[in-house]
C-alpha cells in the first residue's frame, strides 16, 4: 500500500509570496493533519481535516489555511510568507476511528523563504 | 494547555550501553507515541501506548506507559550505531474524534562506536 505522499519535496520562495502544498493520505484513510517543524519550536501542529471540513486547529495566524477534497486528499496554503515560515512542513494521515487513531506521516515538504 | 517534556535533548552513548529516554505531560492523555526522525527524513512512528502499564518492544527499543505518574520512557538496550536519530514522544488527545499530537522537544541520540 502506497504511503503518505507530498508534493513538492522542496520549495524556495520569497518574502510575500503566498504558496500552497499538497497531500495525498493513505488510501482509505479519511483524516490529514498538518505539522510545521523548524528548529526553534519543534513540531507544531497545524489543522486537522476530516470529511473536507476543518475539525481541529493549532495556534497559527490566519495566513495558515487547508482544504481537503473529496477523495481525502488536502492542501494546505501560506499567504503573505515571512521568513520564520521556512520549515518542514508534514502531514500526515489515519483512519481515526474509534480504537485507531494513529497517525503516518508523509515525506515532508521543505520550504525555505528568502 | 498540554505541555510534553523529554529529556535529555541530547544523548551521547556508546555502542553496547542501555539508556532511558524520559517524556513527561502535563494532563492526561488518550495515546503516547514514540516516532523516530532521521536527519532530514520525515517521522517514522515506533510505538503507541494506550492504557496504564503498557508496554511495547521492538528489538532494541522498549516503550512504556505510567498514566498516573504522566510519564512514558524509551529504554534502548545494548545501543547501535542504526539507533543514532532524535527520538520524539507525542501525547494524543481526543476532542470529540478528533486527534492532535503534541510533540515533546525531542532527544537527539548519537551512538559512538
Known amino acids: 500500500k502506497a504511503g503518505v505522499t507530498q508534493t513538492p519535496r522542496y520549495l524556495i520562495k520569497t518574502r510575500g509570496q503566498q504558496v500552497t502544498l499538497s497531500c495525498s493520505p493513505i488510501?482509505?484513510?479519511?483524516?490529514v493533519s498538518w505539522y510545521q517543524q523548524t528548529p526553534g519550536q519543534g513540531l507544531q501542529f497545524l489543522f486537522e481535516?476530516?470529511?473536507?471540513?476543518?475539525?481541529n486547529k493549532g495556534n497559527f495566524p490566519g495566513r495558515f489555511s487547508g482544504r481537503q477534497f473529496s477523495n481525502s486528499r488536502s492542501e494546505m496554503n501560506v499567504s503573505t510568507l515571512e521568513l520564520g515560515d521556512s520549515a518542514l512542513y508534514l502531514c500526515?494521515?489515519?483512519?481515526?476511528?474509534?480504537?485507531?487513531?494513529?497517525?503516518?506521516f508523509g515525506p515532508g515538504t521543505r520550504l525555505t523563504v528568502t | 494547555e498540554l505541555k510534553v517534556e523529554q529529556n535529555p535533548l541530547f544523548l551521547s552513548m556508546q555502542e553496547g550501553k542501555n539508556y532511558t529516554i524520559y517524556c513527561n505531560y502535563s494532563?492526561?492523555?488518550?495515546?503516547l507515541y514514540w516516532y523516530r526522525q532521521d536527519p532530514g527524513k520525515s517521522l517514522e512512528s515506533l510505538f503507541v501506548?494506550?492504557?496504564?502499564?503498557a508496554v511495547k518492544q521492538e528489538g532494541r527499543l522498549m516503550a512504556s506507559l505510567d498514566t498516573k505518574a504522566r510519564l512514558s520512557t524509551l529504554h534502548i538496550t545494548a545501543a547501535v550505531h542504526d539507533l543514532s536519530a532524535t527520538y520524539f514522544c507525542?501525547?494524543?488527545?481526543?476532542?470529540?474524534?478528533?486527534?492532535?499530537?503534541?510533540f515533546g522537544t525531542g532527544t537527539r541520540l548519537t551512538i559512538i562506536p
Open positions: 494532563t492526561t492523555s488518550d495515546r
Open positions: 501506548l494506550l492504557s496504564n502499564g
Open positions: 507525542a501525547v494524543g488527545k481526543s476532542n470529540f474524534g478528533n486527534e492532535k499530537l503534541t
Open positions: 500526515a494521515s489515519s483512519w481515526r476511528e474509534r480504537t485507531n487513531y494513529e497517525q503516518y
Open positions: 488510501s482509505g484513510h479519511r483524516s
Open positions: 481535516y476530516f470529511s473536507e471540513t476543518q475539525r
